[in-house]
């Protein structure tokens, strides 16, 4: 059974950073493609970025490569950067894993077969 745990959330001040870490269980991250999205109270779920099964890095127009992924084949770990934070970056964060072979990687939210259960970053002004 796949599981994947986030952690390292939690409050800063704007212009403030921090790593968000997602470890990965019960499948080899060496193998599948990596998501992350947030989610604001009362707004949709957003992607962020993405590493496909080719480790090709992509990043949505709306949040323009503001955090960048990283992934640690040796232990399993995917860790999203975040640099220069804002107030409205305020939200939970989700990773997900896509398991399954895709020619191409989607940033819809069904495209990913496994969530993890968030992590809660405040940022305050």
């Known amino acids: 059974q796949v599981q994947l745990t986030e952690s390292g959330g939690g409050s800063v001040q704007a212009g403030g950073s921090l790593k968000l870490s997602c470890t990965v269980s019960?499948?080899?991250?060496?193998?599948?493609?990596y998501g992350w999205y947030r989610q604001a109270p009362g707004k949709e779920r957003e992607g962020i970025a993405l590493?496909?099964?080719?480790?090709?890095?992509r990043y949505t127009d709306s949040m323009k490569g503001a955090f960048t992924p990283s992934q640690d084949n040796d232990n399993n770990i995917l860790y999203l950067h975040m640099n220069s934070l804002k107030p409205d970056d305020t939200a939970m964060y989700y990773c997900?894993?896509?398991?399954?072979?895709?020619?191409?990687?989607?940033?819809?939210?069904?495209?990913?077969?496994?969530w993890g259960q968030g992590t809660q970053v405040t940022v305050s002004s």
């Open positions: 019960g499948f080899p991250i060496s193998r599948g493609g």
């Open positions: 590493i496909d099964s080719s480790g090709i890095k």
């Open positions: 997900a894993v896509r398991t399954r072979f895709a020619a191409y990687y989607s940033f819809q939210p069904s495209f990913f077969d496994v």
